[in-house]
Nanobody, 126 residues
């Protein structure tokens, strides 16, 4: 499956963008999905994940309450709605997919995902 992330750009603190991750080649209904981000000079970190069915979602403590992950099977797309952006949200955001369902709390481990999009840069100015 090929993943294409979009929706990033230069934004203001307090903005509420929605990032998209469009898939091609395979239907996303067979994959559990995650969003990760990497800020300048920092390691990649988990942001959010959604189960294959969409029935379970998981969030990093740093974004909980400000971010919502969702999936649209008909559009073969996963979304990351971000609210009340902060300068510390500045990062390249990557979507990732793994075949099947999560096994325990492995949703936050990047190595558990096989497929990655190219990333979309979100820059938040204050």
């Amino acid at each position: 499956v090929q993943l294409q992330a979009s929706g990033g750009g230069l934004m203001q603190a307090g903005d509420s963008p929605r990032l998209s991750c469009a898939a091609s080649g395979r239907t996303l209904s067979s994959y559990a999905m995650g969003w990760f981000r990497q800020a300048p000079g920092k390691e990649r970190e988990f942001v959010a994940a959604i189960s294959r069915s969409g029935g379970s979602t998981y969030y990093a403590d740093s974004v909980k309450g400000r971010v919502t992950i969702s999936r649209d099977t008909g559009k073969n797309t996963v979304y990351l709605q971000m609210n009340n952006l902060k300068p510390e949200d500045t990062a390249v955001y990557y979507c990732a997919a793994r075949w099947g369902e999560f096994s325990g709390p492995d949703y936050y481990t990047g190595s558990r995902y096989r497929y990655w999009g190219q990333g979309t840069l979100v820059t938040v100015s204050s």
